[in-house]
């Protein structure tokens, strides 16, 4: 079973900077793509990054060129580095994976790490 552990978060002041971190674990075949989202309450969970193994990667536009994500596809982790942030950022954000494996294509979520940006 393939787990995702996410780290980093907190409280920042706007305009602050924060980096999230998240690696996959366990049995893994092939991970497709990860990335990260994010959410409110009342809000769904909306995209913030994603990269393909195929190296494609897609921002939100309300963080592209804020936010920068990278990728090591051999250690199967992904990082978000968040620079000038704003009160909007406010969010738990959730790291993703989408594990792919002899008959199988699984979406995985971590736990979710809070970010809050506040003076």
């Known amino acids: 079973q393939v787990q ?10 706007p305009g602050g900077s924060l980096r999230l971190s998240c690696a996959a674990s366990g049995i893994i075949f092939s991970i497709e793509s990860m990335g990260w989202y994010r959410q409110v309450p009342g809000k769904e969970r909306e995209l913030v990054a994603v990269s393909t193994t ?35 950022d406010t969010a738990v954000y959730y790291c993703n994976a989408v594990h792919t494996a002899p008959n199988s294509r699984t979406n995985l979520w971590g736990k979710g790490t809070l970010v809050t940006v506040s003076s």
Not at 55 to 70: D, E, L, N, P, Q
């Open 4 to 13: 995702l552990v996410e780290s980093g978060g907190g409280l920042v002041q």
């Open 54 to 88: 195929g190296g494609v990667i897609k921002y939100a536009a309300s963080v592209k060129g804020r936010f920068t994500i990278s990728r090591d596809n051999g250690k199967n982790t992904v990082s978000l580095q968040m620079n000038s942030l704003l009160p909007e």
